[in-house]
């Protein structure tokens, strides 16, 4: 109740200094106080603080942000802490806590002569979950996070980006909060490839050398979709590393049930979603699973299982299908209570689960197809 009371206080003093930063960091405290006895309001509290809300210089506080000198953009902005839960392979979420709980014991592990790096290099294929890592970490120690935009940091002028990246490093040094390198194989590129100038080679020599310049306290996260690009001496720079893969069938069982079911669905149904679901990343999960339930609201029904399915199917790694409205006709049905079976494995309780119908109707649909 203590630190609830102070997180109230801290939030209308950020609120009447009109330092929305602080706004932002009160509230997410507050919701996760309030998360055990009142999930639903800390939801809401959390949904709120994702928000962008009223741009600081216009509200009346400033807080001074690295800028391209002749663009004027703000080269990083501070971003919302994560609302959407973390969902970890084993290997991943053991390197994670290990990163974090690291982080956390800063000072401790410095008086014990055991500093370094706190970098930790996120890479694996898009929407399996790194974005969401920097969010999280910097949740757990209640510190802003500092995304670098690189549409701004990559300019088109020799002798720019490099400057950009010097005022990114400055700026972090003084801030004390994580520093969000996305997308870092755009700066980061091996310095031998042969197709890269020479400004870009010195844009690599000048991102190591701001690495190397933050002290051991610093935090910095970087993500890539490339890994194979990045230039060793990066790599070396970052001794914590999580290698993303896509969920395997655990976590999709979890995923399913959170995102379709808000942690109250049917076992055997998300046990099926999770088996035919394999190759999709979580980000596939989730957007299936949301424009399912978006159905569900606008059209006051259940939520369309075998549109579902029928989506989860048709989908792959590089294109999603979204559940469509109106109910399944019988001929498709008969064509998944195939697939089901024959591709997937799946019993015939479980297939008339997931499409909605009799087990008797399925037993039909797979006689009439071995007969026909």
Known sequence: MNALKDSLLSLIEAS???????????????????????????????SLVRRKGVPLRSSGYM?????????????????SWSVTPLFLNEGEKNIFETFSGDVANADKLIRHGLAGRFNLMLSGPPGTGKSLIAGHVAAKL?????????????SSLLGDTAKNIRNVFEFSANKGGVLF?????????????????????????TLIQGLDSLDDKS???????????????????????IQ??????????????FFLYSDNGDSQILKGLATISEGLTGADIENI???????????????????VVEAVIGSSSSQIMIPMKGELESQKKK??????????????????????????????????????
């Open 16 to 46: 009447l200094d009109a330092n929305y930063s602080e706004v932002r960091r009160a509230a997410n405290k507050i919701a996760q106080e309030m998360n055990t006895e009142d999930a639903d309001t800390a939801k809401q509290i959390k």
């Open 63 to 79: 807080e001074k942000l690295p800028t391209d000198p002749k663009s004027k953009m703000d080269l990083v902005e501070e971003t």
């Open 142 to 154: 209640n510190k802003p996070i500092y995304t670098v935009r690189l549409d701004a940091m990559v």
């Open 181 to 205: 390198l996305d997308e870092v194989d755009a700066l980061a590129k091996l310095r031998d490839d042969k197709h890269e100038v020479g400004e870009l080679k010195r844009v690599v020599n």
């Open 219 to 241: 935090i910095v996260i970087a993500a890539t979709n490339h890994a194979g690009l990045l230039d060793p001496a990066i790599w070396r720079r970052f001794p914590y590393s």
């Open 244 to 257: 993303f893969s896509h969920p395997d069938i655990d976590l999709r069982h979890v995923m399913w049930g």
């Open 289 to 307: 699973s949301h424009a399912a339930r978006r159905r569900s609201v606008l059209e006051d029904k259940e939520i369309n299982l075998p549109r």
């Open 335 to 372: 064509a998944l209570s195939i697939e089901l079976y024959s591709k997937y494995k799946i019993s015939q309780a479980d297939i008339g689960k997931l499409l909605s119908v009799s087990r008797q109707a399925v037993s039909n649909y797979l006689k009439g197809a071995s007969n026909g």
